[in-house]
């Protein structure tokens, strides 16, 4: 059974930063997607940012528009917890953001594309 637990969120000011952890159990297979995603009431969730890791242990990140250059999508070493620092948070990044594995098919920022999630952790930004 896979399960992940994200922990890390928080309130902050415009222009501070956080680090969003999510530690991901029973995933086993040697190719991995792993991603995050952000979701607010009444909206679609969507990608911020996904990370694949080959069977050789080489990654690959990947971002949406949005978060690029200011968000940084990681994994440890034993590949089984990713993180996602968040510099500069901006009002606009307030959400719900959820960590998702094991992309079967379909684009890697699509949320249906993922088998398994976590249960969210909350980023509130104020200006």
């Given amino acids: 059974q896979v399960t992940l637990v994200e922990s890390g969120g928080g309130s902050v000011q415009a222009g501070r930063s956080l680090r969003l952890s999510c530690v991901v159990s029973g995933y086993t297979a040697p190719r991995k997607w792993m991603a ?10 969507e990608a911020v ?12 990140p990947y971002y949406t528009l949005a978060v690029r250059g200011r968000f940084t999508i990681s994994l440890n070493g034993a590949k089984d917890t990713v993180y996602l620092r968040m510099n500069n948070l901006q009002s606009e990044d307030t959400s719900m953001y959820y960590c998702a594995a094991d992309r079967s098919s379909g684009d890697w920022d699509d ?7 976590g249960q969210g952790t909350q980023v509130t930004v104020s200006s």
């Fill in 36 to 45: 995050w995603f952000r979701q607010l009431p009444g909206q679609e969730r």
């Fill in 49 to 60: 940012a996904g990370i694949y890791t080959d069977d050789l242990g080489g990654t690959a």
């Fill in 111 to 117: 949320a249906i594309s993922y088998r398994y999630w």
